[in-house]
């Protein structure tokens, strides 16, 4: 039953029946659905978190393409996270557990519950966050002195000596925030890194400093990013 009103009329309620009417044009709400992980084998899953000695998150926009060209050898995929091309690994012959999540903020908050969730991530020892964002996002007032660098670093809680510290107001955001805050609110170990560039997409130059980095952290990744040119324009892939 619809509401009394006719047009260009008002009518002013003057009993609870009047009210009830109109409740029952209301649309009801409905719960979103869930996220969750697309999941093969629960026992691989929960065999490889019990012996992940390592969880490394790595977010930005377009990361899957260079986080599974360079980090993923002699790895196996155990889950499918929900955001765009978003993944999880394992490699077991270090312990190295890999959360590659391409940056959708609309989710991020969701995204971070699910791994805290599931034990992704509690269940390792350390945890080590890696950010790629535009460099247009980072503040300084020597912003000179990155001026003419393609790629540089900065860290929270970063135990690699050459890598400055995030200056404010300058912060972090994403499921690499999320994870991040949440272990350091539990007296876990999580040290965070962001890396500005000019090519977020990334290339050879761009992302050398960023393979560097992994390396100095005992990651095992390739030597360089082997990026590859779209077949049918002048953009990298």
């Not at 269940?123 to 535009?134: D, F, G, R, Y």
């Amino acid at each position: 039953m619809s509401c009394p009103f006719g047009f260009g009329e008002l009518n002013i309620p003057s009993s609870r029946a009047f009210w009830d009417d109109c409740e029952e044009d209301e649309i009801p709400s409905t719960e979103p659905e869930k996220l969750q992980l697309s999941v093969p084998s629960r026992e691989e899953l929960d065999k490889a978190l019990s012996k992940t000695n390592l969880l490394l998150v790595i977010e930005g926009l377009n990361v899957s393409n260079f986080a599974e060209s360079v980090l993923l050898k002699d790895s196996k995929k155990l889950a499918g996270i929900p955001s765009k091309k978003s993944s999880l690994h394992f490699r077991a012959s270090n312990g190295t557990m890999i959360a590659i999540v391409e940056e959708d903020l609309s989710k991020s908050g969701e995204i971070t519950d699910l791994l805290i969730s599931e034990k992704i991530a509690s269940a390792p020892k350390e945890v080590i966050t890696l950010s790629i964002k535009p460099k247009v996002d980072y503040k300084s007032e020597n912003i000179n002195a990155v001026r003419d660098e393609i790629t540089f670093l900065r860290s929270l809680g970063g135990k690699v000596n050459y890598v400055e510290s995030l200056e404010a107001p300058n912060f972090i955001c994403g499921v690499t925030a999320g994870i991040a805050s949440w272990r350091f609110s539990e007296g876990l170990k999580v040290q965070v890194f962001l890396a500005y560039t000019d090519n977020v997409a990334l290339d050879y130059l761009a992302a050398k400093p960023i393979i560097k980095l992994l390396h100095d952290l005992d990651i095992d990744c390739a030597e360089i990013y082997n990026f590859k040119k779209s077949d049918d324009s002048h953009l990298y892939m």
